[in-house]
């Protein structure tokens, strides 16, 4: 396990590092998740030629630190986490981002780009949604109040969601995941999917089979790869990774 500094507080960002050539690969987890457990059979995939791959967690996040003073909106986490690949000697990476970490990859891409020579979104989030009421699919963690949400609100959402989300999003910090979820229901000026469109780099955009993402043909006008992943879910890494690495190995130098 590596860690760094990431803000004044002191608060440490880790990861999880696979020895490899550079560039480095760097893997971005989404709301409520860490990104070892849903990252790791991917990225030591043997259809994937061996690059220095780190499956790295966000402020707030399964085994990063928690810190009180954070924001956690989707420009903070971008700019934590730049601050961690910075000082982990990453740049020109090729960045995997899934669902929320699609945002805030998105974001880091376009705040600092000497980082990120390739995004490639895992059925990432590019707009900005009600908070009220619970998408298909969602936690419904933005629909409450903050100290709604840690007193008692979490719990509900512990019983939608199910055990296997559940697994991971216990480990998160509680006010550390509603502000998250709001700055991703609220999304960012201009939205992530303006800023998609207007990267100068690679781009790709992976979605569940038969969900393709709205919009699906302006991203590809805008050269953004648009590509179906067979017989997954929302958790394409999960649901199907020899699918997800035959992808990837397509997409990645």
Not at 15 to 22: A, R
Not at 50 to 65: A, C, K, M, T
Not at 233 to 238: A, P, R, T, V
């Amino acid at each position: 396990m590596h860690d760094a500094i990431v803000h004044p507080s002191g608060a440490r960002m880790r990861w999880v590092e696979l020895p490899g050539e550079e560039p480095a690969r760097v893997y971005v987890h989404g709301l409520g998740a860490t990104s070892a457990p849903y990252y790791a059979e991917v990225a030591a995939h043997p259809l994937l030629p061996r690059h220095r791959s780190l499956l790295i967690d966000l402020l707030g996040f399964g085994i990063s630190d928690r810190p009180r003073e954070f924001s956690y909106t989707l420009e903070e986490h971008a700019d934590t986490l730049a601050e961690g690949l910075c000082k982990a000697g990453v740049a020109g990476a090729a960045v995997i981002a899934h669902s929320m970490g699609g945002a805030v990859a998105t974001v880091l891409a376009a705040r600092h780009p000497e980082l990120v020579a390739r995004l490639i979104l895992v059925d990432a989030n590019l707009d900005p949604y009600p908070r009220t009421p619970v998408p298909p699919g969602g936690s419904g963690i933005a629909a409450y109040g903050e100290e709604e949400f840690v007193a008692e609100g979490w719990k509900e959402v512990r019983d939608r969601v199910g055990p296997h989300w559940w697994s991971t999003m216990r480990l998160a910090d509680p006010r550390g995941l509603h502000r998250t979820a709001v700055s991703l229901a609220e999304g960012t000026v201009p939205a992530m999917r303006e800023l998609l469109v207007g990267l100068a780099i690679p781009r790709a955009f992976l979605y569940p089979q038969g969900a393709p993402p709205a919009g699906a043909e302006e991203l590809r006008e805008a050269g953004v790869r648009v590509l179906e992943v067979p017989e997954s879910g929302h958790n394409i890494m999960l649901d199907n990774p020899e699918a997800f690495a035959r992808t990837l190995k397509d997409l990645l130098p």
